[in-house]
């Protein structure tokens, strides 16, 4: 059994060291680590050499230091791509080695030492090729999604999703979504499916690819394996009056809303009704709250969503 890593990093160098450090004391072997950098200007390959995971580097050019114990892989992307694309990138290059699972995340988690052991024996137990994580912790409560409504129209995805009851006291559950941080796939099921959607660039590309799992295997959610969120506590310490002033994420949440609902609503009030209500309701939330330059990036994401402009079109800071 071969099991590969891919990691999708940008400008968190300090949270790429944890999580590296993290994989190297997993009980279970790990064979291959492939980072994919999305063009980070920080002191990222810097610090990748101070801890010999690579020696050498070059944009556009996959680089590998091999051993006996792990083979490390790095990518450097000359622009970034986002989470999306930075992830279709990364699950394009696995795909051409010979690996039997990949286990997939972001570059600010932190896996406990037996997080892959216990993924790998929830596969085995409940007969499926993909299993997700439980990210809970003192900083960050996690949910295990059982049903999303695709017939129902809403501004918000989350209202459209269904979780299983907390605190979870079952050892598995089914689910239905999952985000890039943590889940483990059987290669088969990948090489079936493709790669994540770039044209997302961040947001419901995961949720996506997770509809895409589905059609070829259930996928557990998995309580016992213990993954950390590294930037859960400064996350959750921002404001209310920072969370309603708008950012070139919110567009991004909002167009890839659209364009998820275009692709996988089962009703015609859930594919095109939702954009009315969706623009909406973010204005009116705009204006009762006095951000008034929030409407900008409504009209923008909304206009993209239905006129399918996908991909980056928006650059990470802008507005």
């Given at each position: 059994m071969k099991i590969a890593v891919v990691l999708v990093t940008y400008n968190r160098s300090k949270c790429?060291?944890?999580?590296?450090?993290?994989?190297?004391?997993?009980?279970?072997?790990?064979?291959s680590i492939l980072i994919v950098d999305n063009c980070s200007n920080d002191d990222t390959q810097e610090m990748l050499k101070s801890i010999n995971f690579i020696s050498e580097f070059e944009n556009e050019k996959l680089i590998k230091n091999i051993s006996d114990e792990c083979?490390?892989?790095y990518y450097k992307n000359s622009n970034n791509l986002g989470g999306a694309g930075g992830f279709q990138k990364a699950i394009d290059i696995i795909s051409q080695f010979d690996y039997d699972y990949v286990w997939i995340m972001d570059d600010d988690v932190?896996?406990?030492?037996d997080c892959l052991e216990k993924l790998l024996n929830a596969l085995e137990e409940n007969h499926c090729k993909a299993a997700i994580p439980?990210?809970?912790?003192e900083y960050y409560s996690d949910n295990a999604c059982k049903f999303i409504d695709l017939k129902k129209f809403t501004a918000d995805m989350v209202a459209r999703k269904h979780f299983h009851d907390k605190p979870f006291n079952e050892k598995y559950y089914n689910v239905v979504d999952m985000p890039f941080e943590g889940p483990l796939i059987a290669m088969d099921v990948i090489k079936k499916i493709g790669s994540p959607d770039s044209n997302y660039f961040i947001y419901f590309d995961d949720t996506d690819y997770a509809r895409r799992i589905l059609a070829h295997s259930k996928i557990m959610f998995v309580k016992d394996a213990c993954l950390h969120r590294q930037l859960a506590k400064?996350?959750?310490a921002k404001t209310a009056k920072e969370k309603r002033k708008y950012n070139w994420q919110n567009y991004y949440n909002i167009r890839n809303n659209i364009l998820f609902n275009f692709k996988y609503g089962q009703s015609i009030r859930a594919k095109y009704f939702?954009?009315?209500?969706?623009?909406?309701?973010?204005v009116v939330r705009s204006i009762i709250f006095g951000e008034f330059k929030?409407?900008?990036?409504?009209?923008k994401a909304v206009h993209d969503g239905i006129h399918?402009?996908?991909?980056?079109?928006?650059?990470?800071?802008?507005?």
């Open positions: 790429l060291k944890v999580v590296l450090k993290a994989l190297k004391n997993q009980n279970t072997k790990i064979n083979t490390n892989m932190k896996p406990e030492p439980n990210r809970t912790d400064f996350t959750e939702s954009i009315a209500f969706t623009w909406g309701y973010h929030n409407i900008k990036i409504v009209n399918k402009n996908a991909g980056k079109t928006v650059n990470p800071g802008e507005f």
